[in-house]
């Protein structure tokens, strides 16, 4: 199963961006890579998918390295809502599941 | 459209006993995966169901046994608890397999004493 590597924490301002990088390696060129956060005391929430080219949706863009092992998320404008824990995920080999690492917590301040 | 739904919210047990955690998945959805989540540690991979059969299992003893029903809602068992077993139980769904993007609901939060 490939593994992810981000950073423990990251601190950002309001109405700011935030690029939150994470390393993935050994993944595999059909694996996609997943983006989800995790707000306190709440389950898991998808942010944004994608396999090779940039992608963008309402909550974040996904900028992927062109080698695959590397992205980056990125909030266009951090708000006090956006403090959460960002998980980027690979699925196992299978593909039944989301391999979770420990994930990026992101501080917002105002 | 409703959401993913766990049952119960808390539960308190003591070593030994056997719990029963419930999901729902969301409408339209027939894939149920469930994690633990243990205090400050990202979720990890208990097993899946996919239209009521089991589908993929991560590195949990036989003691964690589940079960999905015709209308796709499913239950997680946990036999003879130990002190370890406390922590969040994630339940997700997803149409499909394969790399389906995966919809958590709120977990179950459960305390072995």
């Known amino acids: 199963d490939a593994k992810t590597t981000q950073p423990n924490s990251m601190e950002s301002n309001e109405e700011e961006p935030v690029h939150l990088p994470c390393n993935h390696s050994?993944?595999?060129?059909?694996?996609?890579i997943h983006w989800y956060r995790q707000l306190p005391s709440q389950g898991p929430e998808y942010v944004i998918h994608?396999?090779?080219s940039n992608v963008n949706n309402r909550m974040a863009s996904l900028a992927i390295a062109e080698d695959r092992k590397s992205s980056t998320l990125i909030l266009h404008r951090a708000t006090l809502r956006d403090a959460a824990v960002y998980y980027c995920?690979?699925?196992?080999?299978?593909?039944?599941?989301?391999?979770f690492g420990k994930g990026t917590t992101l501080s917002v301040s105002s | 459209e409703t959401g993913v739904t766990q049952s119960p919210t808390h539960l308190i047990k003591t070593r030994g006993q056997q719990v029963t955690l419930r999901c729902s998945s969301q409408?339209?959805?027939?894939?149920v995966s469930w994690y633990q989540q243990a205090l400050g540690q990202g979720p990890q991979f208990i097993f899946q169901y996919y239209r009521e059969e089991e589908n993929g299992r991560g590195n949990f003893p036989p003691r964690f046994s589940g079960l999905q029903f015709p209308n796709y809602s499913s239950e997680l068992n946990v036999n003879a608890l130990e002190l370890d077993d406390s922590a969040l139980y994630l339940c997700?769904?997803?149409?499909?397999?394969?790399?389906?993007?995966?919809?958590f609901g709120p977990g179950t939060r459960l305390l072995v004493l």
């Open positions: 050994t993944i595999s060129g059909t694996d996609y």
């Open positions: 997700a769904s997803s149409q499909g397999l394969l790399g389906e993007t995966q919809y």
């Open positions: 995920i690979t699925p196992n080999q299978a593909g039944t599941a989301l391999i």
């Open positions: 994608g396999l090779t």
């Open positions: 409408s339209g959805h027939n894939t």
